[in-house]
């Protein structure tokens, strides 16, 4: 069965570079969620979007931005990395009424 | 966490030992899930249990949910070296007619089981 895919699975940015982080839900998932897990803690809810309009928005920097696209897929945007900004992120889908599945996660490093 | 513990923080067990992780929280849910991760790796779903049950099972799980305590138990049974993981509880409480929202996990129970 197909399950979420995330690009890339690893990524080194320098501190103040922006970095885009992709997500492909599973074929007739409507909705999508971002978490980030830092190093030894557990993830934290990001933003969600429900048909392509986001539906709710947890902790998320003004740095951060997101958007998902007419195909269902989402980009996390991140502008002006800072080091804390080094975690996992992770990418889930749903559909409205159902189970979220999650992506293998991309890891950030921020140098 | 922002919505409740997990513990304990770590636990060390035996092969064919049963290991129990209990989980806390502090808002009404609609439902409550169990996840487990490898070191560094992604989240795997293993069970979802909803607001209007008490137990549930899944092969070796078996989870349990106390809405007046607000808290629930992971059981797993006749443990593997395999299982060394940590497993974390998440949370949703969103208010969407029962159609679930965004999750809140708790610390996590760093399982490790030895052969």
């Known amino acids: 069965a197909a399950g979420v895919i995330q690009s890339p699975r690893h990524l080194i940015k320098e501190k103040r570079e922006t970095a885009t982080l992709k997500c492909y839900p599973i074929?007739?998932?409507?909705?999508v969620y971002w978490y980030q897990q830092g190093p030894g803690q557990d993830p934290q809810f990001l933003i969600s979007f429900y048909e392509k309009m986001q539906s709710d928005k947890g902790s998320i920097p003004d740095r951060f931005s997101a958007q998902q696209f007419s195909d269902y897929h989402s980009e996390l945007n991140m502008s002006s990395l800072e080091l804390g900004d080094s975690a996992l992120y992770f990418c889930?889908?749903?559909?409205?009424?159902?189970?979220?599945?999650f992506g293998p996660g991309t890891r950030l490093t921020v140098t | 966490s922002q919505q409740g513990e997990e513990d304990p923080q770590a636990l060390s067990i035996q092969e064919g030992e049963n290991a129990t992780m209990n989980c806390s929280y502090k808002?009404?849910?609609?439902?409550l899930q169990w996840y487990r991760q490898n070191s560094g790796r992604g989240l795997v779903h293993l069970i979802l249990i909803r607001s209007n049950e008490r137990e549930k099972h899944s092969g070796r799980l078996r989870v349990t949910l106390d809405t007046s305590k607000k808290s629930s138990s992971l059981l797993i049974t006749a443990s593997r070296a395999a299982d060394t993981a940590s497993y974390f509880c998440a949370t949703d409480f969103s208010n969407y007619g029962g159609s679930q929202g965004n999750l809140i996990f708790g610390k996590g129970t760093k399982l490790s089981v030895k052969p």
């Open positions: 889930a889908s749903s559909r409205r009424a159902g189970e979220q599945y």
């Open positions: 074929p007739r998932h409507d909705t």
């Open positions: 808002t009404s849910i609609n439902n």
